[in-house]
């Protein structure tokens, strides 16, 4: 066996020769040769930009080959990629590069039809005072005004368009990604990976995950998480093509998955869900969809799925220790396939007893959304809970007014969601004289379990 690459470029020169495509974007097959060299361009003209090893740069892009050139990219020049999450609003676009002070970022101004630029445009100055770069991707040949918000712009195409960067400033303890994840504090935290770790897991989840010749890999989660970024890596060391789009299509990822006869997926139960919902649609090709259940109200999932000789098996992962950490076995018994956990995929890897843990809603901290809650005119205080709906789980606030003062709700509502993304953004917000509280030695805790309760019957 060939000795496993410590840096990036190295590990992805592996399969430059290689005649199967390394990704399928919409229907359009990219080499590994092209991504290499696409990188390579784009290493070349971030140096030109000023970057050097250590300094960050926020990646703010969906699913696209961009995202991987310039994750590489960055590798190559010993710098950081810094993921930031396509649902992010201003607060949270603006928290991220003020503290990862990154000098060059990389968006798509016209995605989905979002005013990118608009919600750019709305992050307090403050916060973009060490960016020194503005990098524009499109798909319509469009050019980027020379100025952004006072910083200097260009267009990916013009990024990409000089000679490659042949030398290499990578190394395998250089980090090369942050990743945001939630916590008990109002803002997320950041989780840094280096080249060494990120390849290791990925050939570990090659072996784990039985992924080799003849497979075919549907990147269903987004690039910006470790989720998708960890299925992304193993398709690039196992050297097999990975099927991807910049947003979930159930209807389109079904094609994919005919016209590409896709082998392995990994994605949430909402997304299986959505497939099994296609009339007609066969899973004949799958040999492995691992899935993270983030819906209460797909508790039933995995029985629904057997039903269609579709055996979906429980994950386990965590930005800190990377998504794809440990999977259960998709020939044991249904109810031993549906919990979160199973075995570690690394064979350093020690978990006691197994790991079982339940996973529920996305990663949100409450107190991220209690702080904007709390932002708004008139409020003293606020408590958060999340409730199982159809969609999923949704927040609900409530808040404790100051003195003399009324809710508006809507207000308040739209206040929130125009500094966060969509899914944090309480689905109501109502007025309490005070929080249920159970007094302690030590403290008197709040008690969430009785807010959950009020919220269900108010929402009823």
Not at 189 to 197: E, P, W
Request: glycine share 8%; with cysteine.
């Amino acid at each position: 066996m060939n000795a496993i690459p410590e840096t990036l470029p190295a590990f992805l020169a592996q399969h430059v020769n290689n005649v199967t495509p390394a990704l399928i974007d919409r229907g359009r097959p990219v080499s590994f040769r092209e991504l290499a060299e696409e990188s390579r361009r784009i290493a070349q003209g971030l140096r030109g930009a000023g970057v050097q090893p250590g300094d960050c740069v926020a990646l703010w892009l969906p699913n696209v080959p961009a995202w991987l050139a310039t994750f590489l990219a960055c590798a190559q020049l010993g710098a950081v990629a810094v993921s930031v999450n396509t649902r992010f609003r201003s607060h949270e676009l603006a928290d991220i590069l003020q503290r990862s002070r990154s000098r060059v970022l990389v968006f798509w101004p016209g995605f989905k039809g979002i005013d990118f630029a608009g919600i750019l445009g709305a992050c307090d100055p403050r916060a973009l005072e060490h960016l020194e770069r503005i990098v524009a991707y499109g798909e319509s040949g469009e050019q980027a005004p020379a100025t952004m918000l006072g910083k200097s712009a260009l267009s990916y195409l013009s990024l990409a368009a000089g000679a490659p960067l042949l030398e290499s400033r990578a190394a395998p303890e250089a980090g090369c990604a942050i990743f945001t994840t939630s916590g008990t504090t109002r803002a997320p935290k950041f989780v840094l990976h280096d080249q060494r770790t990120a390849i290791r897991h990925a050939f570990d989840v090659v072996k784990g995950f039985s992924i080799g010749p003849g497979s075919a890999l549907l990147l269903a989660p987004p690039l910006c998480g470790v989720f998708g970024f960890c299925s992304a890596m193993a398709g690039l060391a196992a050297g097999c093509p990975i099927v991807m789009a910049p947003s979930w299509n159930a209807e389109q990822a079904a094609r994919d998955i005919i016209a590409h006869r896709v082998t392995h997926i990994n994605g949430t139960d909402e997304a299986a869900a959505q497939l099994l919902d296609i009339d007609g649609l066969t899973f004949a090709d799958i040999r492995y969809f691992g899935y993270a259940a983030f819906n209460p109200a797909q508790a039933a999932i995995v029985e629904r799925a057997d039903a269609r000789s579709l055996k979906l098996v429980g994950l386990y992962g965590a930005s800190e220790i990377q998504a794809l950490f440990s999977r259960q076995d998709e020939d044991a018994p249904m109810d031993e396939r549906m919990p979160a956990g199973g075995r570690p995929v690394s064979p350093g890897a020690r978990a006691r007893s197994g790991i079982r843990r339940e996973l529920g809603g996305f990663l949100v901290s409450p107190a991220e959304i209690e702080a904007a809650v709390q932002e708004a005119p008139g409020i003293a205080a606020c408590q958060v809970v999340a409730i199982p709906r159809a969609e999923g789980l949704v927040p609900v606030a409530f808040v404790i007014l100051q003195q003399g003062a009324s809710l508006d709700e809507t207000a308040v509502i739209a206040r929130v969601a125009s500094r966060l993304a969509r899914y944090k953004v309480p689905r109501r917000v109502f007025p309490v004289d005070a929080f249920p509280v159970t007094p302690g030695a030590n403290a008197t805790k709040i008690q969430k379990g009785r807010l959950r309760e009020m919220a269900e019957a108010l929402l009823h």
